[in-house]
């Protein structure tokens, strides 16, 4: 018998945040050419002269951050409904001379210690949250140190914005001209209710058609890859809206106005029009230093120097390996990756199993002591590891990439146990 267990996470946060920051980061460009184009230093000549006294701009890291609360203040605030986190976190590595800009999503569940916080769930985007309480507001500053720190890379600009920030750029260049595959409804959660072929979408339809979850109407799916499609179709229709000459820059004074009032920043527009020279013409890469496969439900547990309490509180948190994660960055400057906690040698693990053959040879592949005890088969997979040993736990998480097993503290002194039943 299968036990319910819970089930993966969907990803459509992340996604939908991609795709906001995507908003974001042409807004800025196209933002970045009109203050050029349109003299906020003086003459024409004096911007020449302005920006080519610049010293030529060397890899670069800025942090692009989204903010999950509804209807904040600003950019920077918790907001209302429990939100005011950092639902997104990209940072964006430019190198000119490579000709290259690589986006990196950090992920936003990151099991992340936070020592000198009392925060019961401490995952990386929290962050956020506890600077937003702070007086000043220090939420953009506290996310850019926890990244600096995960990462190894040095941050200098950040860039925050939210669910306004979308609607209102697409707002400000008098929507988007999409091609809508299929019948698409979904009223319960993205309020989606679009009919097939070519139309200019506003703000808040956009915004439907890229939160999609599950479509109601058949002829146009309902799945994962589907609503990626959606968002790239939005951004590729979006960058043609700005970049078209035939606009005139028409356009451009409202996106400015939204610019300022949908996004925080610490650059200067002086800054905003080296950066956005910068990446003009570049190659645009995306990396991804999580995927739903390093996801599992960790159960509330004694955690000694990953908060102040010592114990964290059970919810969803994605496990990495900081090995493989510096080796992916490294070669964009990284010094070393932390998260306040390391993961065991595999090979010094013990692990008990009672499970499909399926979820026995990924441990065993992974390197485990494996010794199988019963032939379980179902999908719910439990693992229990020695009090005290919450990192073993975590590791045959990650070898069990199932991106819902449940990790427990257990009664067995000596090794880890997992059942499938």
Same mark, same amino acid.
């Given at each position: 018998?299968?036990?319910?267990?819970?089930?993966?996470? @969907?990803?459509?946060?992340? @996604?939908?945040?991609?795709?906001?920051?995507?908003?974001?980061?042409?807004?800025?460009?196209?933002?970045?050419?009109?203050?050029?184009?349109?003299?906020?230093?003086?003459?024409?000549?004096?911007?020449?002269? $302005?920006?080519?006294?610049? @010293?030529?701009?060397?890899?670069?890291?800025?942090?692009?951050?989204?903010?999950?609360?509804?209807?904040?203040?600003?950019?920077?605030?918790?907001?209302?409904?429990?939100?005011?986190?950092? =639902?997104?976190?990209?940072?964006?590595?430019?190198?000119?001379?490579?000709?290259?800009?690589?986006?990196?999503?950090?992920?936003?569940?990151?099991?992340?210690?936070?020592?000198?916080?009392?925060?019961?769930?401490?995952?990386?985007?929290?962050? $956020?949250?506890?600077?937003?309480?702070?007086?000043?507001?220090?939420?953009?500053?506290?996310?850019?140190?926890?990244?600096?720190? $995960?990462?190894?890379?040095?941050?200098?600009?950040?860039?925050?914005?939210?669910?306004?920030?979308?609607?209102?750029?697409?707002?400000?260049?008098?929507?988007?001209?999409? =091609?809508?595959?299929?019948?698409?409804?979904?009223?319960?959660?993205?309020?989606?209710?679009?009919?097939?072929?070519?139309?200019?979408?506003?703000?808040?339809?956009?915004?439907?058609?890229? @939160?999609?979850?599950?479509?109601?109407?058949?002829?146009?799916?309902?799945?994962?890859?589907?609503?990626?499609?959606?968002?790239?179709?939005?951004?590729?229709?979006?960058?043609?809206?700005?970049? =078209?000459?035939?606009?005139?820059?028409?356009?451009?004074?409202?996106?400015?106005?939204?610019?300022?009032?949908?996004?925080?920043?610490?650059?200067?527009?002086?800054?905003?029009?080296?950066?956005?020279?910068?990446?003009?013409?570049?190659?645009?890469?995306?990396?991804?230093?999580?995927?739903?496969?390093?996801?599992?439900?960790?159960?509330?547990?004694?955690?000694?120097?990953?908060?102040?309490?010592?114990?964290?509180?059970?919810?969803?948190?994605?496990?990495?390996?900081?090995?493989?994660?510096?080796?992916?960055?490294?070669?964009?400057?990284?010094?070393?990756?932390?998260?306040?906690?390391?993961?065991?040698?595999?090979?010094?693990?013990?692990?008990?199993?009672?499970?499909?053959?399926?979820?026995?040879?990924?441990?065993?592949?992974?390197?485990?002591?494996?010794?199988?005890?019963?032939?379980?088969?179902?999908?719910?997979?439990?693992?229990?590891?020695?009090?005290?040993?919450?990192?073993?736990?975590?590791?045959?998480?990650?070898?069990?990439?199932?991106?819902?097993?449940?990790?427990?503290?257990?009664? =067995?002194?000596?090794?880890?146990?997992?059942?499938?039943?």
């Amino acid at each position: 018998m299968s036990l319910p267990g819970p089930k993966p996470r @969907r990803r459509a946060g992340k @996604r939908f945040w991609a795709i906001v920051i995507g908003v974001v980061v042409l807004t800025a460009a196209v933002v970045g050419a009109y203050l050029y184009t349109h003299n906020p230093y003086g003459n024409q000549g004096a911007v020449n002269d $302005f920006v080519s006294s610049f @010293r030529p701009l060397g890899p670069t890291n800025v942090l692009l951050i989204g903010n999950n609360a509804r209807n904040p203040a600003t950019p920077l605030s918790i907001g209302s409904g429990g939100g005011g986190q950092a =639902d997104i976190m990209m940072l964006a590595h430019i190198d000119p001379k490579k000709k290259q800009v690589t986006l990196i999503s950090i992920p936003r569940d990151l099991l992340f210690a936070q020592p000198n916080y009392n925060d019961p769930v401490p995952k990386i985007k929290t962050m $956020f949250f506890i600077g937003a309480r702070q007086n000043p507001n220090r939420a953009a500053q506290l996310t850019v140190q926890a990244v600096e720190k $995960f990462t190894g890379m040095p941050i200098t600009y950040w860039v925050v914005t939210d669910f306004q920030g979308f609607v209102d750029a697409i707002n400000a260049v008098g929507g988007v001209y999409v =091609d809508v595959p299929g019948r698409i409804e979904e009223l319960q959660h993205s309020h989606a209710n679009l009919y097939p072929g070519w139309q200019t979408l506003n703000g808040e339809e956009a915004l439907s058609l890229v @939160r999609v979850r599950q479509n109601t109407a058949s002829t146009a799916g309902s799945n994962d890859f589907m609503r990626d499609n959606y968002q790239a179709m939005i951004l590729e229709a979006l960058k043609n809206k700005l970049l =078209d000459k035939k606009n005139d820059l028409a356009h451009l004074p409202a996106l400015v106005t939204t610019w300022s009032k949908d996004v925080v920043t610490n650059m200067s527009y002086a800054t905003l029009v080296k950066v956005a020279s910068a990446v003009h013409g570049l190659k645009m890469t995306h990396i991804n230093l999580a995927n739903i496969s390093d996801s599992m439900l960790v159960g509330s547990a004694p955690a000694p120097g990953l908060n102040q309490e010592n114990y964290i509180t059970g919810a969803f948190y994605d496990i990495v390996d900081p090995a493989q994660v510096y080796e992916t960055l490294s070669p964009y400057g990284s010094t070393g990756v932390w998260t306040g906690w390391t993961l065991p040698d595999p090979s010094t693990v013990p692990v008990v199993m009672d499970a499909s053959p399926v979820y026995v040879d990924k441990v065993k592949a992974a390197g485990f002591q494996v010794t199988i005890q019963g032939s379980g088969a179902g999908s719910a997979v439990i693992v229990s590891y020695p009090p005290g040993k919450m990192t073993w736990g975590l590791s045959v998480g990650r070898a069990l990439a199932t991106g819902a097993s449940h990790i427990e503290v257990g009664t =067995d002194p000596n090794a880890v146990v997992v059942t499938a039943p």
